[in-house]
Structures are given as C-alpha cells and as structure tokens.
C-alpha cells in the first residue's frame, strides 16, 4: 500500500526547489535554493542566469530534501513537477530532471500548475490541521511577482477541484510594483520584504493615489456565473470582471519622485544600501536611510495596493457566492495585506485562510500538494511532458 509519498520539484522562476510531502498533508522536507542574491545585482530575474542556476542547483536540492525527509529514492510513490507558468528555460530544468527520474524509478510523474501549487500552499497546511471550515467555493487570490489572479475554486466530480478564473491583471503584477517601485527608491530586491517593513514608519495618507475603473472583460465564465448570482441584472448586460492593473500606480510614483525632486538623496541611500548587503529591511539602519518623504510614499503605495486587492477580491467573493478566501504568493507574506484582508473576513464573517510565510513564496512543497488529488485520481504526465510558459488555471 503505497504511503502517498510525493517528491515535489519546482524551478519556473528564481527559486530551485524539492519537498517531499506525504499525502498531501505532511511536508517532510521543504528545501528551497534562492537566487535572489544573484538577481539583486541587475533589480530583477534575468532568464538566462536562472536556467543555469537552476542547472547548478536541482541534483543537490534534490538530495538536501530527500535527505532531511529520511526518504530513499526507492520509496517515492511519484515526482511531481511544475509545467508552468514561468520562464521556458527555467522550468525546462525542473521538467527534465523530474522526467528522467521517474522514468529511471518506474514511478508515474504528475504534472502541476504553479498557480495551482499557490493555492494548495493554503490546502496543505489545512489538511493538516484537519478541520479548517473550507467550504466550496472559495475564492482564491494568487499575487506575486508574475501573478495577480482570482479564481473561483468548485468541486469537481472526484476529489480535485476546477478553477474558474474571475480576475486578472490586464499589466503588472501586484508584486512586479511592489519591486519596481522598491527599485525606484533604492531599496533592495526583492522589494516586497523593504516595503512592508518600511512602511509602518509613513504616513499611508501623504501622497493620494488612486485607482481608476478598468476596462473590464467579460469572460464567459464570470458572465454565466454572475447571471446565476444576481437576478436583477439585465440580460446581455456585462459581467463585472474583477481584473487589477498595477501600472498606473507605479508610473504615479515614478513621477511623484520626480516632481519632488527625490532623485539625489535616493540614488545616494541606494549606493549606500548596495555598499552595506547586511542592511535588511527590517534592520533599523533600513529605516534611517530612507527619509520621511520617502517612508510616506512607501506608505501610501502600500496603502493603496492592499486596499485595491482588498476591494476586488470580496468584491469577487460576494458576487459569486464564496463561502471563503484564499490568499497566496509571495504578496500574501504582506503583513499590512494579511491584517486588513482578515479584518475584512472577520467583518463579513467569512473564513480568509494564508499559507505560513515559508510556503507564502515560491516552494516544491505546494506542487507536491497539488499533486496529491491528481495523483490519487490516477492523473499522470506523458512521458514527452514539455514545458508551457504561459500555462493557464
Ligand atoms: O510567489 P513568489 O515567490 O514568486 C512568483 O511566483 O512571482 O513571489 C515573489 C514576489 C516578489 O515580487 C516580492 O517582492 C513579493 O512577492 N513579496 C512581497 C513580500 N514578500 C515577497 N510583497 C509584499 N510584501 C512582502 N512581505
Ligand atoms: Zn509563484
């Protein structure tokens, strides 16, 4: 009788990571190797640095988490690996190891979406718990660096789930502002951790940004369902799409330091952080670099971004019926987000769930969750499984 022993590999982005996890619910190992220091140097992913990166690092990440699980090769009932979405070359890496190792142990290889993976970040450690009331639908927000989704999470004829995506962002990504505008004030990479930890320190009420109505798409799926939902609408009227843009606030920064004037003394602490990697974000140092004209636009941005995130998101999660919330990626670490998004659950008496901070970020241990219903309903990848950049949930 097979344990449910699953040996997760994920490589779509920076991150080089393996996990075992049994059944699901257990994470025995969750071993991740970061490039963020490599990427620091250039303010963002660089594909090329990524894919060799990850070349260099799955053998050993591989054997690190097999190792800290006690798990042989031989034990493994399956690999489990991301197919996408994420970078070609990158996730190519992932696939290949995970491909020949499977085939070399004779065990099936399962197939996972890395948005997928987010969100069973949340359903493995609930699993866990046994008990977390998650009752169908959720609704689940995935935001990172690459993503800003909302999906509608149903229950499926057997015990996996299908996902009916009922937002998006039509640019950025919330987390892509969150490093730009980090970059724009010389603050380190990734720019999430230096902006939530500087941000208490501002006044999130300085500088008024704002966000505009979007031109809102009406997908079939949000049409359909938003008509079963709402009786009052007309028919042929459009859907509300629960779609984000992040541009707009980023180019409102850009030109706020612009108009203030803020450009030497930023470029000045930026030389001055580049020149001292031991100033954390949470470091008091961090702090002291940064000017109050500059914690009060870090302030306000975050502000604003949360506060939009919150709105769409129940907004979403009331128009189609959600009986909870789901929220994960890298974004979800925000400690301003997970204050204000449980506060607003706690408001409407609906249950908002996070993953611990580890599994907040990209880790192998979300695929090998994700893997466990696929796996358990005997749904396999080819043997030619290829990598797909721009693979949708
Ligand atoms: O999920 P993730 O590790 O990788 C992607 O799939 O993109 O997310 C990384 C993103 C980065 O943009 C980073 O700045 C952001 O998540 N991030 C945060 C925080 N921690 C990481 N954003 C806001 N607050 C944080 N505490
Ligand atoms: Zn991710």
Same mark, same amino acid.
């Given at each position: 009788?097979?344990?449910?022993?699953?040996?997760?590999?994920?490589?779509?982005?920076?991150?080089?990571a393996a996990a075992v996890v049994r059944a699901g619910s257990t994470a025995l190992s969750n071993v991740v190797a970061s490039q963020m220091s490599l990427h620091a140097n250039y303010g963002g992913v660089v594909p090329e640095l990524a894919s060799r990166e990850h070349l260099r690092n799955i053998v050993p990440v591989v054997r690190e988490a097999l190792a800290q699980a006690k798990v042989a090769l031989a034990d493994l009932d399956a690999v489990a690996v991301t197919e996408g979405p994420g970078l070609?070359?990158?996730?190519? @890496? %992932?696939? #290949?190891?995970?491909? *020949?190792?499977?085939?070399?142990?004779? =065990?099936?290889?399962?197939?996972?979406?890395?948005?997928?993976?987010?969100?069973?970040?949340?359903?493995?450690?609930?699993?866990?718990?046994?008990?977390?009331?998650?009752?169908?639908?959720?609704?689940?927000?995935?935001v990172s660096g690459g993503h800003t989704h909302l999906y509608l999470a149903e229950q499926a004829a057997n015990d996996t789930w299908?996902?009916?995506? @009922? %937002?998006? #962002?039509?640019?950025? *990504?919330?987390?892509?502002?969150?490093? =730009?505008?980090?970059?724009?004030l010389g603050l380190g990479y990734p720019g999430g951790p230096w902006i939530d930890a500087l941000a208490p320190h501002g006044n999130p009420r300085a500088v008024p940004f704002a966000f505009g109505q979007i031109k809102t798409r009406a997908t079939k799926a949000a049409q359909a369902e938003h008509s079963k939902h709402s009786s009052s609408q007309k028919p042929g009227k459009p859907a509300p799409a629960f779609d984000f843009s992040f541009s707009g606030i980023k180019t409102a920064a850009r030109r706020y330091v612009e108009t203030h004037h803020m450009k030497p003394g930023?470029?000045?602490?930026?030389?001055?952080?580049?020149?001292?990697?031991?100033?954390?974000?949470q470091s008091p140092e961090a702090v002291q670099l940064c000017n109050p004209q500059t914690l009060d636009l870090i302030a306000s941005f975050q502000h604003?971004?949360?506060?939009?995130?919150?709105?769409?998101?129940f907004a979403a999660a009331e128009a189609f019926g959600a009986r909870g919330i789901i929220v994960s990626g890298g974004v979800a670490a925000n400690r301003e987000l997970r204050r204000r998004f449980q506060a607003e659950a706690d408001r409407r008496s609906l249950p908002v769930a996070f993953p611990s901070l580890a599994l907040s970020t990209d880790n192998a241990a979300m695929i090998a969750a994700?893997?466990?219903?696929?796996?358990l309903a005997g749904n396999f990848a080819p043997e030619d499984l290829g990598a797909t950049p721009q693979l949708r949930l």
């Open positions: 009788e097979a344990a449910g022993l699953i040996l997760g590999i994920e490589s779509s982005c920076d991150e080089t070609a070359g990158a996730l190519l @890496v %992932g696939i #290949t190891y995970a491909k *020949a190792l499977s085939f070399g142990l004779g =065990k099936p290889l399962v197939a996972v979406n890395h948005l997928e993976g987010h969100i069973h970040a949340v359903l493995l450690e609930a699993r866990q718990r046994a008990g977390v009331p998650m009752e169908l639908p959720l609704l689940a927000l995935v299908t996902y009916r995506n @009922v %937002g998006r #962002t039509v640019d950025d *990504a919330a987390g892509e502002a969150y490093d =730009k505008v980090a970059k724009l930023i470029e000045y602490r930026h030389a001055e952080l580049a020149a001292n990697p031991q100033i954390k974000p604003a971004v949360v506060g939009n995130l919150l709105r769409q998101t994700a893997a466990w219903p696929k796996f």
